[in-house]
């Protein structure tokens, strides 16, 4: 299959491996990667923020760049649900007919990246050696917008070598939010002192997640109490085989 | 006077004031939420009380194999109810008064205080009972006849102790859920006189019967809100688990509710599928103990004069908003507050309205146009846990994003906009985003930018401005030399 990969751009501009990563899963699974070059973001941050007025240009050029691809990949559940929960919504606002029927042709080819492995492309197991102990946190877009349930912890558990211990309240937001994680540092933090609590009694090193977002937030508590546990994107999980290990 | 008993005495005349629920002139939630978020024993009663009713929800729902189906058919019942409010009310109104009630409409909190007034001057009541109503407490009416030389006495057994402890609720359903017995055996033995009292969950209920038995019987006027107004039969439904509700409405000669227009359901039987999905999402029963319906009066049974005091205070204004009208579908089951992971933080007062948690950070905002309660609709991390819980599927995460925009919108037109640090990001942003390499030219400087005050490969444990607030309890990691689309090219097509 032929893959648009939309990298979303917090990952192009602080998780680059995890787009390598992406990559090269697929690739090792016999697919070819595209990556538009003119995309940028997806306007969730705008849009969530209040300014839905400046999300839908963005919104419009994400759709005219990925019209034509076979499958967009994107590793990031909250950019899925931005774009399914609420493009629709900005296209009608705006009255722009064009762009409601270019999302309506789109939106069945969209795909976070463990759907697209689990659902479309029908693979549990993609090869990886991971020999580390392993916990997974499920972020609320994925949970609660793209129902990924279990999807995630099958491709975890097929992995070789991999460790994987439940994280308790897995339901329960880590308290990032966006720029709720500022707006409301306070609260947030409190989520947060949760949400790092249960991943210390776990006694995993590693804890992953299908957002970067979350990943980042947590990880900023737990390096700052230099709590000797890394975050590491889902794809960066499964990109590691025995022969060149993550 | 003991050095303790003024310690407290300060201490609680701090957090009486900090807990103002006047959206009008409450703290905005960030400040609110950082006081209560320092006070442990606060956020272990919240913690504790929403993990149980959690816990009790969810057995109930589980043995329910249709209830998706129940949320379906709820949420369309509130929309029709909404969608034909005009024609439902009026049908209420017609049989309620054609069975002997009176009803009353009242377009805001004062016309309805005094419609209520009103009423009891004509009984000359000077001292009424209350069942738990929460538009009551929206239009500050305890404080109002007080004003007034009524004497309001709540017969809930939480409001009761959040009138004798002089406190405020924090909660839809169990406003009195951030105290803990042994505060509320403190509250009782003070208020009741009652020094010998033990925190025994039974004698306190105990003490509560005895202290309100009293007044049950002598009290001649009740006033209640209403669950329901049941359209095709002219009916007033009052759901609750104490007794005290079945009291007031049987025992006074009186009675007074005064109820939200959004309230109003078309058909008795529309009760068969709310009936099932408030009790399960409130309290975590099957069905409530006491359910009571007045379809007006009858003669020789329960209160001879009946009145339903029908208010709008920003409600109409609400239904003009396509996203926004959703809010009225709600039945005040208080799930989303059980369920949300700030208000499980913070509890109730740090939202500076009656209406706390998700449904009152939508709520409240809109039922005050705009113009205050704006940090409410931030006070989510939009994670959509009380969307799930929702048993009439309001699409919270939604009209909280909606109700954003529509806090930004009206800066916009402000002067002042121009100099807020985060519109001129988001503004910058946006330009940024706009264009492919204007986006790319943005991440080079940043990483030139970083170039020039960082060493190697070193965390930040400090930053400048509004992203300083992450830095208070998080770090951030160096941005990468690389970023992936410099990776892709360099790579070339494979």
């Known amino acids: 299959m032929h893959i648009s990969l939309f990298i979303t751009c917090y990952n192009d501009t602080l998780f680059p491996r995890t787009g390598q990563s992406v990559v090269r899963v697929l690739e090792r699974l016999g697919h070819t990667v595209e990556f538009p070059l003119e995309q940028t973001c997806c306007g969730q941050m705008h849009f969530n923020t209040g300014y839905a007025r400046e999300a839908y240009p963005l919104a419009k050029r994400f759709v005219e760049i990925f019209a034509d691809a076979e499958a967009v990949c994107i590793p990031s559940s909250s950019c899925v649900a931005m774009i399914r929960e609420y493009y629709p919504a900005l296209a009608r606002e705006n009255g722009d007919a064009a762009m409601a029927a270019a999302v309506d042709r789109l939106l069945p080819r969209l795909f976070e990246f463990s759907e697209l492995l689990v659902d479309r492309l029908g693979v549990t197991d993609v090869g990886a050696y991971f020999p580390h102990r392993v916990t997974y946190h499920a972020s609320c877009h994925g949970l609660r917008s793209l129902h990924l349930g279990d999807k995630p912890m099958q491709l975890l558990r097929a992995v070789g070598g991999l460790e994987l211990v439940p994280l308790e309240g897995l339901e329960q937001c880590c308290g990032f939010g966006g720029t709720f994680a500022v707006k409301n540092a306070d609260v947030s933090a409190a989520m947060l002192t949760d949400k790092t609590r249960a991943v210390l009694n776990t006694r995993a090193e590693v804890c992953t997640a299908c957002d970067n977002s979350c990943l980042m937030h947590m990880q900023g508590m737990l390096h700052r109490q230099f709590a000797g546990v890394r975050t590491l994107h889902i794809a960066e999980v499964l990109a590691g085989t025995e022969d060149a290990p993550a | ?494």
């Open chain 2, 1 to 494: 006077m003991s050095l303790v008993q003024i310690e407290r005495g300060s201490h609680e005349a701090r957090a009486h004031d900090a807990h103002t629920l006047d959206p009008r002139t409450a703290s905005p939630f960030p400040a609110a939420a950082k006081i209560d978020l320092r006070d442990t024993q606060l956020r272990r009663n919240v913690a504790r009380a929403t993990d149980t009713i959690q816990r009790k929800r969810a057995a109930l729902v589980e043995e329910k194999t249709d209830w998706q189906a129940l949320r379906d058919a709820g949420a369309a019942i509130r929309r029709e109810a909404l969608t034909n409010l005009d024609r439902y009310l009026l049908e209420f109104e017609e049989r309620f008064q054609a069975a002997g009630g009176t009803v009353h409409w009242a377009a805001n909190a004062s016309e309805a205080n005094r419609i209520v007034l009103g009423i009891l001057r004509e009984h000359e009541a000077s001292e009424v009972i209350k069942i738990k109503s929460m538009t009551t407490a929206e239009i500050g009416l305890n404080d109002f006849l007080a004003r007034h030389d009524v004497a309001a006495y709540e017969t809930d057994l939480a409001e009761l102790i959040l009138q004798l402890g002089d406190d405020q609720p924090s909660h839809i359903v169990v406003p009195a859920l951030h105290k803990n017995r042994q505060q509320v055996r403190e509250i009782f033995a003070r208020t009741m006189g009652l020094p010998d009292l033990t925190d025994d969950p039974e004698a306190l209920t105990a003490a509560a019967r005895r202290y309100l038995r009293e007044k049950f019987l002598r009290v001649k006027t009740a006033i209640c809100g209403g669950n329901f107004l049941i359209a095709e039969t002219g009916g007033l439904a009052i759901v609750e688990s104490e007794g005290n509700g079945r009291m007031c409405l049987t025992l006074p000669e009186t009675l007074i509710a005064i109820v939200g227009i959004e309230k109003v359901i078309p058909r008795f039987a529309d009760l068969e599928v709310l009936l099932q999905t408030l009790p399960r999402s409130a309290t975590g029963e099957r069905m409530n103990p006491y359910n009571s319906i007045w379809s007006g009066v009858v003669p020789g049974d329960g209160p001879k004069n009946m009145h339903v005091v029908l208010l709008d205070n920003g409600r109409t204004r609400v239904l003009r908003d396509a996203i926004g009208r959703q809010t009225l579908q709600c039945i005040r089951c208080g799930a989303c507050q059980n369920a949300c992971p700030v208000y499980r933080q913070t509890g109730g007062h740090a939202y500076g309205s009656v209406y706390a948690g998700p449904i009152g950070a939508i709520l409240t905002p809109q039922l005050e146009d705009m113009r205050y309660a704006q940090s409410l609709p931030y006070a989510s991390s939009l994670c959509g846990a009380c969307y799930e819980v929702c048993p009439v599927k309001i699409n919270i995460p939604e009209v909280l994003v909606h109700l954003r925009a529509r806090v930004v919108d009206r800066g916009r037109r402000k002067l002042a906009s121009l100099f807020d640090q985060e519109r001129a990001g988001m503004m910058m942003m946006a330009a940024v985003f706009a264009n492919r390499s204007r986006y790319e030219a943005a991440q080079r400087l940043a990483r030139t930018a970083q170039r020039a005050v960082r060493h190697g490969d070193a965390w930040y444990h400090w930053l400048p401005g509004m992203a300083g607030r992450w830095t208070e309890t998080r770090d951030l990691a160096p941005l990468p030399q690389q970023t992936f689309r410099e990776w892709w090219q360099q790579r070339g097509q494979p």
